[in-house]
């Protein structure tokens, strides 16, 4: 098997890592994906459920990181 030694080159076509996600459009799209998501029963489920958990999370990142 032989290996190139060519740099890969991107393909021409759209790629999600350049699609500007900022501001009121970076709400929009999270408002999306979350109504999009919360739509399917075993998501919905699991996001209820993980939702105390992520709460306590940051709690505890909130108040004991560094000062």
Known sequence: MRVHDEPVSSH???RI???PVS???GLIFTLGSLVIFLALPAVRWFAI???PVGLAVAAILHF???R
């Open 12 to 14: 021409p076509g759209i």
């Open 64 to 66: 004991s990181g560094r």
């Open 49 to 51: 459920l993980s939702l």
């Open 23 to 25: 501001g009121a459009m």
């Open 17 to 19: 890592d350049k699609i």
